[in-house]
């Protein structure tokens, strides 16, 4: 059983920076070959799309909308997934939640709001 916290959303002109976080703590701990941590976003009226994702092994996705502007990583030590977003646009305006895929569950975080004004 995992439990995610996301963190670092808020309001941002077109063209800015900001770096959401993730951080992972287990609650029952299962040995898993591997993990893939994500990130989704849902506007509002939309369907929640995934962004970005990182195995345990350090490979990444993204998804063409962010490709070249969003940076997917992760500190193992601190169990912390950051996304790192720039030249951000209207269009990145939403919901952003942390997922973790492991042992075969899905776990969600709670999500935190960024919006970003013209």
């Known amino acids: 059983l995992v439990q995610l916290v996301e963190s670092g959303g808020g309001s941002v002109q077109a063209g800015g920076s900001m770096r959401l976080s993730c951080a992972r703590s287990?609650?029952?701990?299962?040995?898993?070959?591997?993990?893939?941590m994500s990130w989704y976003r849902q506007a509002p009226g939309k369907e929640r799309e995934s962004v970005s994702s990182?195995?345990?092994?350090?490979?990444?996705t993204y998804a063409d909308s962010v490709k070249g502007r969003f940076t997917i990583s992760q500190d193992n030590a601190k169990n912390t997934v950051f996304l790192e977003m720039t030249s951000l646009k209207p269009e990145d305006t939403a919901m952003y939640y942390c997922?973790?895929?492991?042992?075969?569950?899905?776990?969600w975080g709670q999500g935190t709001q960024v919006t970003v004004s013209s």
């Open positions: 997922q973790a895929f492991e042992c075969g569950n899905n776990y």
């Open positions: 990182i195995t345990s092994s350090g490979t990444t």
């Open positions: 287990v609650v029952v701990y299962t040995h898993c070959s591997s993990i893939r």
